[in-house]
T-cell receptor
Framework: NAGVTQTPKFQVLKTGQSMTLQCAQD?????MSWYRQDPGMGLRLIHY???????DQGEVPNGYNVSRSTTEDFPLRLLSAAPSQTSVYFC?????????????FGQGTRLTVV | GQQVMQIPQYQHVQEGEDFTTYCNSS?????IQWYKQRPGGHPVFLIQ?????EVKKQKRLTFQFGEAKKNSSLHITATQTTDVGTYFC?????????????FGKGTHLIIQP
């Protein structure tokens, strides 16, 4: 059971470039989300999805797009990378019932924008 | 937006001393979760608290959820070097699983042997 798989683990982008961070889970979780982690800021929610075809914005959505065409995959797209998007990105998934259950996190993607 | 305040930001302890981190929300939470992140790693789920006044224990770790469901704490007894990492609380407000978790900024636990 692979859990939550994120790729790539490391990435360096030039300002203005675009890229997609991949996230896949094999636990049949309805709920998936993307967080960014910056020093002293904790984990901030970027976008989330409660099921295939449904996405919504979190706390810091600007500059990012998501889609959820399947239950398994939840890619995060950076449209035009900026140095402010230098961060560690985590994808997470969980069951979603009356409340969120345990969130399983991927290993993270360390992104540097120069 | 909703905020979960977590203190302290850093805590230095001697190995064998106790450690406590606190989380507080200005509005009522439907539930709260706790996560541990080792240096260079990803957050790993520790526990979820749902009921008012709930107390749960995992070996040397004790988790509490306040009566008003606005605050929570994690207490570690007799810290060990394996406890090093950042401890996050994460609260949920909606109860419907749809709005996601709001994380505190975390407490970095540093243990001096």
């Amino acid at each position: 059971n692979a859990g939550v798989t994120q790729t790539p683990k490391f990435q360096v982008l030039k300002t203005g470039q675009s890229m997609t961070l991949q996230c896949a889970q094999d636990m049949n979780h309805e709920y998936m989300s993307w967080y960014r982690q910056d020093p002293g800021m904790g984990l901030r929610l970027i976008h989330y999805s409660v099921g295939a075809g449904i996405t919504d914005q979190g706390e810091v959505p600007n500059g990012y797009n998501v889609s959820r065409s399947t239950t398994e995959d939840f890619p995060l797209r950076l449209l035009s990378a900026a140095p402010s998007q230098t961060s560690v990105y985590f994808c997470a998934s969980s069951y979603a019932g009356n409340w969120n259950t345990e969130a399983f996190f991927g290993q993270g993607t360390r992104l540097t924008v120069v | 937006g909703q905020q979960v305040m977590q203190i302290p930001q850093y805590q230095h302890v001697q190995e064998g001393e106790d450690f406590t981190t606190y989380c507080n929300s200005s509005t009522t939470l439907s539930n709260i979760q706790w996560y541990k992140q080792r240096p260079g790693g990803h957050p790993v789920f520790l526990i979820q608290l749902v009921k008012s006044g709930e107390v749960k224990k995992q070996k040397r770790l004790t988790f509490q959820f306040g009566e008003a469901k606005k605050n929570s704490s994690l207490h570690i007894t007799a810290t060990q070097t394996t406890d090093v990492g950042t401890y996050f609380c994460a609260g949920e407000y909606s109860g419907g699983g749809a709005d996601g978790l709001t994380f505190g900024k975390g407490t970095h636990l540093i243990i001096q042997p």
